[in-house]
């Protein structure tokens, strides 16, 4: 049962999360090295990247604060909060590393917000099994990018690759931990639309 406190909060959160400014606990990796002297394309080339992840970290908040709203099983919520906690920290990486190249955040991110917590609310009424699974699959799509995001960005950004290095290590255990939890394997024709609309909101984040 969805109690009306519990969607205020969610409401809140998505406030927060869209229009506020994200903390990290941890510490920004890579925070001690100096910065590159990139020429303009490559500052170009790395903000943008970096808005994508940002823009992905978004979309991970709704999608985990939507499916813990309706998840049904306490250790199921707990994980799905947990994952949310650290994608905070992600976002916070994200949106100091777009600032100190000069860049600005996706212009969309109400959008993708909006998006990410209907799926990821609807994924919850599934039952936990699959809500669980859902994250897996997210999580396994999202360091495909990330990898690919470090094979882009120039070599002598230091400080955005071991952000997105450290990002890349901390899906990968989300979805170790979300599988431990009951996850299921999700059919093959939903992975596929996953990658599909994965690639479409990357594609706009890395412009807009």
């Known amino acids: 049962m969805i109690r009306i406190d519990d969607l205020i909060i969610g409401f809140d959160k998505g406030l927060r999360t869209v229009f506020a400014s994200a903390r990290s606990v941890r510490a920004v990796p890579g925070d001690e090295l100096p910065d590159a002297d990139l020429d303009s394309a490559q500052r170009s080339l790395a903000a943008a990247l970096m808005r994508v ?3 992905g970290e978004v979309c ?51 959008l993708w917000y909006a998006g990410s917590f209907a799926i990821g609310a609807a994924s919850g009424l599934l039952g936990d099994k699959w809500n669980l699974g859902f994250l897996a699959e997210t999580e ?32 990968a255990r989300h979805a170790t931990s979300a599988l431990k939890h009951g996850g ?25």
């Open 184 to 208: 299921a394997e999700l059919p093959a024709p939903v992975r596929a639309a996953m990658q599909v609309s994965s690639k479409v909101m990357t594609g706009t984040a890395f412009v807009l």
């Open 53 to 55: 992840n940002h823009a």
């Open 60 to 110: 991970a908040q709704a999608l985990y604060q939507g499916q813990a709203l309706t998840a049904r099983d306490s250790a199921a919520r707990a994980a799905l909060e947990q994952a949310a906690q650290e994608e905070t920290e992600h976002l916070a990486w994200t949106e100091r590393r777009i600032a100190e190249l000069g860049g600005r955040k996706s212009l969309l991110n109400p």
């Open 140 to 171: 396994r799509q999202v360091v495909r990018h990330l990898e690919g995001h470090l094979e882009r960005l120039p070599p002598e950004d230091h400080r955005s690759r071991a952000i997105v290095g450290q990002m890349r290590e901390d899906e």
